[in-house]
């Protein structure tokens, strides 16, 4: 009986060969999981193996202008370090594959959906959240070791596979992906920054160990608490809470996770706990046991993979990410509604200008190019067109001392034309390219 099974998958493999629609001839494409700003998730499947796989699809053109070679470089050698990222807690990453418009990494597909799908029906126990707060942070210490960082972590990114496990997906890929664009820094996807470290607003270049220890407290604050730590429907408050690390502790929680949700969410990098202290910590340490990364048959496990574990700290050599430098603009594209491309009807960034320079940079502009320029309550200005029609909207708001956030929009009219004149010539007076 076995034998005859295996005949009709054979040929069901080999019928499935003559395919058109198999990517590669060995992927067949199944349905959309997910949807980034610059990529979109599939299920797929192997042929020759009938292994599920995710597919992640991205579209070289919305790396904009930053596809210089000596980024695809970094972009090969931070994916072929990824590849060799082996850890129970972590999604694996099998192959990538390129076309002359596309990128496709074909990765480990978790079963169980989100982590947050969970969250979402209730909060967690805190011996529940702990268990995942461990696996988290075992997938963490094991890729910081090797120099690589997440800088992305959010609900989105958390799965759990069949057993109810913990699986970090994107690591490393979000810089490899979906934050470098011309300046490298900070493009969320989930229409919320609400899990972004408040070092990362002041754009001053950060540390990813540091960015990464403070995702995982809003994390796990989200997990035992059932809501974010810092909310506000105005993002301008919403920045200023995490900026002044503002959060209370519900009262249900125990004395010792008040504790190190305030380690976790200390607003100073420098005296934030770090990956290292956390793993002595009295509430964490509860029944955590190390993984041992040589538990399963080393069959199982690719070549690298020991050589890999025996490299201690190569940071220098391995994390692609630093060399791509921050250019003068951090760009928030994206982090206020997912649902349109934020290149064509809208941008926000942040800058050390005061919002009375922007203004007026943006009205001398305006006059040089014969528009016509009104201000709109405080740090409000419509740009017009030569035909009176309505073509950008600019709002300044300011963060902090020194920061102020402008969101740059299509007020109307015709997208041609606001795209001639915001991006080809104000974008690049304003934050550079």
Not at 192 to 217: F, H, N, Q, R
Not at 328 to 355: I, Q, R
Not at 381 to 387: A, D, H, K, T, W
Request: charged letters at 30%.
């Amino acid at each position: 009986m076995p034998e005859i099974e295996r005949q009709q998958e054979q040929h069901h493999h080999h019928h499935h060969h003559h395919h058109e629609d198999a990517l590669f001839g060995k992927y067949e494409v199944g349905r959309l999981l997910g949807c980034g700003a610059f990529a979109k998730v599939y299920h797929a499947r192997n042929l020759q193996t009938g292994q599920s796989v995710a597919l992640k699809v991205i579209h070289k053109k919305k790396l904009s202008s930053s596809n210089s070679a000596t980024l695809m470089s970094n972009i090969k050698r931070e994916i072929s370090i990824l590849r060799r990222l082996r850890h129970p807690y972590i999604v694996s990453l099998y192959e990538v594959l390129a076309t002359r418009s596309k990128i496709y990494v074909v990765m480990e597909f978790a079963k169980g959906g989100e982590l947050f799908s969970k969250v979402s029906k209730g909060r967690l126990s805190e011996d529940v959240s702990r268990r995942y707060f461990q696996q988290l942070i075992s997938a963490l210490g094991y890729c910081h070791a090797r120099g690589v960082f997440h800088r992305d972590l959010k609900p989105e990114n958390l799965l759990l596979d069949d057993n109810g496990d913990l699986k970090v997906t994107d690591f490393g890929l979000s810089a490899v992906t979906d934050q470098i664009r011309s300046d490298g820094l900070l493009h969320t996807l989930c229409g919320t920054p609400a899990y972004v470290a408040p070092e990362i607003l002041g754009k001053k270049g950060y540390d990813g160990a540091k960015v990464d220890v403070w995702s995982c407290g809003v994390i796990l604050f989200v997990m035992t608490a059932g809501y974010l730590p810092f909310n506000d429907p105005n993002l301008m408050a919403m920045y200023r809470k995490i900026y002044k690390g503002e959060f209370r502790c519900p009262k249900w929680m125990s004395a010792d996770l008040k504790r190190f949700l305030r380690r976790l969410l200390d607003t100073n990098p420098d005296t934030r706990i770090t990956i290292h202290e956390i793993l002595t910590d009295p509430w964490f340490r509860k029944g955590y046991k190390e993984v041992d990364l040589f538990a399963e048959a080393s069959g199982s496990k690719p070549d690298g993979f020991k050589e890999m574990v025996g490299q201690g700290d190569s940071k220098s050599e391995l994390n692609a990410f630093d060399i791509i430098s921050f250019s003068a603009g951090l760009n928030l594209s994206g982090l206020f509604d997912d649902t349109y491309d934020a290149s064509e009807d809208g941008e926000t960034f942040v800058s050390e200008e005061s919002p009375e320079e922007l203004m007026e940079r943006v009205e001398g502009f305006a006059k040089q190019e014969k528009l016509r320029v009104s201000r709109k309550k405080e740090w409000g200005l419509e740009v017009e067109g030569r035909e009176g029609n309505l073509v950008m909207v600019a709002e300044v708001n300011r963060l902090t001392e020194k920061l102020v956030v402008m969101e740059v929009r299509r007020g109307g009219g015709d997208a041609g034309v606001y795209r001639e004149i915001w991006k080809t010539k104000l974008r690049p007076r304003l934050i550079g390219n």
